[in-house]
């Protein structure tokens, strides 16, 4: 949808949204919880030092995000929700580490870059992701005005879209 049909009430200097209305007639892209690459090859399989800190893999995965993105023709600006989970960072007492997340988060949503048009997003710690060293995943749902359909893609509801029956008299 264009920036001007969805409303975002920020959340003051924070570059979330409060909430976000999106019109009728919108298309909602739906992206997959997306985890980092590795970042080091070298590092031990399994080892948080093999996919980086919180904000090295934070920044991955908002960059696979922005190509996925991409590939729908969309931009992250376009990006109306993100749920983010975090895993404890065992070198942080086991806290997740939102300092981190924040300096990878404000390369691809910091006001400024998206003029104060950022996404709703929750953030939450997690007990963990479904590889080892993982701390962060990222789902999101970006959208768009809807393609014009044509008539004959409607699904026809209602009585005059069942079959007949006979009355079997």
């Given at each position: 949808a264009n920036a001007e049909d969805i409303v975002r009430r920020q959340l003051g200097d924070f570059p979330i949204a409060s909430s976000i209305v999106v019109p009728a007639g919108t298309d909602l892209v739906f992206l997959s919880g997306t985890l980092a690459d590795v970042a080091k090859p070298d590092a031990p399989a399994g080892s948080i030092e093999r996919l980086g800190d919180t904000e090295t893999q934070a920044a991955s995965v908002l960059g696979k995000l922005a190509k996925e993105l991409a590939a729908s023709g969309l931009t992250m600006a376009d990006v109306v929700k993100m749920n983010v989970?975090?895993?404890?960072?065992?070198?942080?007492?086991?806290?997740?580490?939102?300092?981190?997340?924040?300096?990878?988060?404000?390369?691809?949503?910091?006001?400024?870059?998206?003029?104060?048009?950022?996404?709703?997003?929750?953030?939450?710690?997690?007990?963990?992701?479904?590889?080892?060293?993982?701390?962060?995943?990222?789902?999101?749902?970006?959208?768009?005005?809807?393609?014009?359909?044509?008539?004959?893609?409607?699904?026809?509801?209602?009585a005059s879209a069942l079959p007949a029956r006979s009355s079997g008299a």
């Open positions: 989970f975090l895993v404890g960072d065992p070198r942080k007492g086991g806290a997740m580490d939102f300092d981190g997340l924040m300096k990878a988060y404000l390369q691809f949503h910091g006001l400024a870059i998206r003029g104060q048009n950022p996404p709703a997003r929750t953030t939450v710690q997690v007990a963990g992701l479904p590889i080892p060293g993982a701390l962060v995943a990222i789902e999101a749902v970006a959208a768009r005005h809807a393609a014009p359909r044509s008539p004959s893609c409607k699904s026809a509801v209602g």
